[in-house]
């Protein structure tokens, strides 16, 4: 390590063979640390100017009632799923004693690596995310740990990075989803997926892939596609039902996408369900607010929210570990309604 950076808990924990949550004891002074690795590790923290999370010491260490607070980055907050998670968050972090900031990330990496910074800067107590589609480099989230700040994922976890995380049960959701379709009749079933490398894509393709394999449908390349959201869902769709042998469903990866689909389906004549089937994935409030009302994966959020504030304030307060990796998975839900036969 260069004395001339910044030491962490990380660097000390590397330096006496422990964990780091071992160092967060010695630092504090617990006697659960035995005395002269306790003392080896104080001196070595001081010669090398090392200044733990004074908000994150406080609310394990003292009496004292600090301000409390968990910053929380989203990529957008309009859409329902984000919001619902904070309502999720703030509504346990509220019972808790604690307060929320939250920051829009706007899927852009240079902006999620400046939140990251300044909520270092302000010494949150910790730090709940959901990653940017732009971002494959991990070292904001890393100098996060590294400082003894707790860090837990939802939704668009970090697969680079050790961190608690809490996600729905993608891979179930879009089998469950498929099967649905399937069973209603559907054979040629469009797959609408996100763009890059993101472990939900990922996991709502396999069950889509799976439920398709399972009935002894052949998974057609021809009928995957790009496609994220509604306007290139109102962009790509008409040349897609122009085809020869066109999709008579689409599995859509969210609810606008799902929403795009249908009002393009319905502009070229077609009629939902009886000559195209559609379902999302998120169960938000447009869902219900369209003619016919939507089939959708029930994502709930408010309960992703909930288990990701537990997590952190558990570790935050002593109640966990510090270093203990933390998953939990919260069922999906499908929720049938006019789109699907």
């Keep these: 390590m260069n004395d001339s950076q910044t030491t962490t808990m990380k660097d000390i924990a590397e330096k006496f063979g422990v964990s780091v949550s071992t160092v967060s004891r010695a630092l504090s002074g617990n006697k659960r640390v035995r005395e002269d690795k306790r003392d080896a590790i104080q001196k070595y923290a001081t010669e090398h100017n090392f200044y733990p999370n004074d908000i994150a010491k406080s609310l394990r260490f003292s009496k004292k009632k600090p301000v409390k607070i968990i910053g929380v980055i989203v990529p957008e907050l309009t859409h329902y799923y984000f919001s619902s998670v904070l309502s999720g968050i703030e509504e346990r972090a509220s019972e808790r004693d604690y307060r929320i900031i939250i920051a829009m990330s706007k899927e852009s990496y240079e902006r999620e690596v400046q939140l990251c910074q300044m909520f270092e800067a302000h010494q949150v107590c910790g730090v709940i995310v959901s990653q940017a589609k732009a971002t494959t480099v991990y070292d904001h989230f890393k100098s996060l740990i590294a400082k003894g700040m707790t860090l837990v994922f939802f939704d668009r976890i970090c697969t680079g990075v050790s961190a608690s995380l809490v996600v729905?049960?993608?891979?179930?959701?879009?089998?469950?989803?498929?099967?649905?379709?399937?069973?209603?009749?559907?054979?040629?079933?469009?797959?609408?997926?996100?763009?890059?490398?993101?472990?939900?894509?990922?996991?709502?393709?396999?069950?889509?892939?799976?439920?398709?394999?399972?009935?002894?449908?052949?998974?057609?390349?021809?009928?995957?596609?790009?496609?994220?959201?509604?306007?290139?869902?109102?962009?790509?769709?008409?040349?897609?039902?122009?085809?020869?042998?066109?999709?008579?469903?689409?599995?859509?990866?969210?609810?606008?996408?799902?929403?795009?689909?249908?009002?393009?389906?319905?502009?070229?004549?077609?009629?939902?369900?009886?000559?195209?089937?559609?379902?999302?994935?998120?169960?938000?409030?447009?869902?219900?607010?369209?003619?016919?009302?939507?089939?959708t994966v029930e994502q709930r959020g408010v309960e992703v929210g909930r288990e990701a504030a537990d997590i952190l304030i558990n570790k935050v307060e002593g109640i966990s570990p510090f270093d203990k990796i933390e998953k939990r998975v919260i069922r999906t839900r499908l929720v049938v309604r006019g789109s699907s036969r």
């Design 168 to 295: 729905v049960d993608d891979y179930m959701g879009a089998f469950n989803a498929v099967t649905h379709l399937i069973n209603t009749g559907c054979k040629r079933i469009a797959f609408y997926g996100m763009r890059g490398n993101a472990v939900i894509g990922k996991n709502r393709f396999n069950g889509y892939k799976d439920a398709l394999l399972k009935a002894g449908l052949k998974l057609d390349e021809q009928l995957i596609f790009e496609c994220d959201n509604r306007a290139d869902a109102e962009n790509i769709t008409p040349a897609i039902l122009k085809k020869f042998t066109p999709p008579d469903a689409f599995f859509c990866v969210n609810d606008d996408t799902a929403i795009g689909v249908m009002y393009t389906a319905k502009r070229m004549g077609l009629r939902i369900p009886e000559d195209i089937s559609v379902c999302g994935f998120t169960n938000g409030e447009r869902a219900v607010a369209c003619d016919p009302q939507l089939t």
